[in-house]
């Protein structure tokens, strides 16, 4: 499964940007699609996923983040509102074949994009 992440961009706090990732040589219908960030020297941390059972957020994001998907298009988005400085980061989609419960763990994810810059002025 290769994965394209885009979307990203600069933006002014309070904004919105909806960030999109479309994976290509299987189908991800079956597969649970995580978005991660990392910011400049900080790890790489969870920040949303969805899967055939439901969604699963960062606590910082609840209520301003959405995570969906259209396996119709084999794509899956992150719509993020409201957008904070502390959300400066790069943005990774991510995927693996679903389990019973929603991976939050860099590790629990098999496929990655390459990553998409979003940056957030106060």
């Known amino acids: 499964v290769q994965l394209q992440a885009s979307g990203g961009g600069l933006v002014q706090a309070g904004g919105s940007l909806r960030l999109s990732c479309a994976a290509s040589?299987?189908?991800?219908?079956?597969?649970?699609m995580g978005w991660f960030r990392q910011a400049p020297k900080k790890e790489r941390e969870f920040v949303a996923a969805?899967?055939?059972?439901?969604?699963k957020y960062a606590d910082s994001v609840k209520g301003r983040f959405t995570i969906s998907r259209d396996n119709a298009k084999n794509s899956a988005y992150l719509q993020m509102n409201n957008l904070k400085p502390e959300d400066t980061a790069v943005y990774y989609c991510?995927?693996?074949?679903?389990?019973?419960?929603?991976?939050?763990?860099?590790?629990?994810?098999?496929?990655w994009g390459q990553g998409t810059q979003v940056t957030v002025s106060s």
């Open positions: 991510a995927t693996v074949p679903a389990s019973i419960m929603v991976p939050t763990m860099n590790n629990e994810y098999r496929y």
């Open positions: 040589g299987r189908s991800i219908s079956s597969y649970v």
């Open positions: 969805v899967m055939w059972n439901g969604e």
